[in-house]
């Protein structure tokens, strides 16, 4: 995904990136200091473009991009395995994804439409539009909240999908933007910061960021193959207290645990 950078993408960045050149450790050992812990890994496919996942009580639920290879599976956690697929039009690039009320709801990033499927069969129900671009999904069980590459984030109500606020999210007073994959926890949402090993906790009710949670030695960007530089994907995990993460083109899916 080649998108451009503001100014307030540019902090961002700046500031994953000096914080970064900290981090040590190789695949399968993480810094001392990381903020999380490794509790598994299961193979992931190397060529799924990750833009949202979903933890579906015993499966993954994941929405892959890139144009022409864009879809919505189903995955088996294990071993990675594609149990079931719906493959969007190759003019549509496939972004964040939710599941709520027996629906699972697809972004997609440049078209300004979204798709609405049955969760179980995968068969379309509806669409929907919005402006500008679709980047994350997150949902509370009641609100659906959305990324489009700025430092505001949408809430939206799923009746009408129509945006009620706007959550501009800040850290130490300065716009953070790039808010990439979003995922709700324990009251909370997470943000993949886009093109960093970042992940931050935002305060839903102020748009503050309450902690910079770096994820560089969970695969140290060094030991990277080519074309998967992008830490991206956050899902509740299969346990408590759990999370899946992972990348753009990663041969790997990691629970972790916050310490």
């Not at 540019?10 to 200091?33: I, K, R």
Request: net charge negative; aromatic share 10%.
């Amino acid at each position: 995904m080649s998108k451009s950078l503001g100014r307030t993408a540019a902090f961002a960045l700046l500031l994953a990136g000096s914080l970064a050149a900290a981090c040590g450790g190789a695949e399968g050992a993480p810094a001392e200091d990381a903020p999380f812990e490794v509790l598994a890994r299961y193979p992931h496919d190397s060529g799924a473009y990750t833009q949202g996942l979903v933890w579906d009580d015993s499966v993954l639920l994941e929405s892959t991009g890139r144009y022409g290879k864009s879809d919505l599976r189903r995955v088996d956690l294990k071993t990675g395995r594609v149990l079931q697929s719906s493959r969007l039009a190759d003019n549509r690039f496939g972004e964040g994804l939710i599941k709520l009320g027996g629906k699972l709801y697809q972004l997609t990033w440049e078209s300004g439409v979204g798709y609405v499927y049955d969760a179980t069969t995968f068969a379309p129900i509806d669409s929907f539009t919005y402006k500008g671009e679709g980047w994350g999904l997150a949902t509370d069980g009641t609100s659906i909240y959305m990324s489009d590459g700025s430092d505001s984030l949408r809430v939206i109500d799923p009746a009408t999908m129509q945006t009620t606020r706007s959550i501009k999210v800040q850290y130490q007073n300065s716009p953070m933007a790039k808010l990439n994959e979003l995922e709700w926890v324990n009251g909370e949402i997470l943000a993949n910061i886009y093109e960093s090993d970042w992940i931050v906790r935002i305060d839903p009710a102020t748009g503050q960021v309450k902690q910079l949670l770096d994820f560089g030695s969970l695969w140290p960007p060094a030991t990277r193959t080519f074309g998967a530089e992008v830490f991206n994907g956050i899902s509740l995990g299969p346990e408590p207290r759990t999370l899946l993460v992972t990348g753009k083109l990663w041969p790997t899916l990691y629970v972790v645990r916050l310490k």
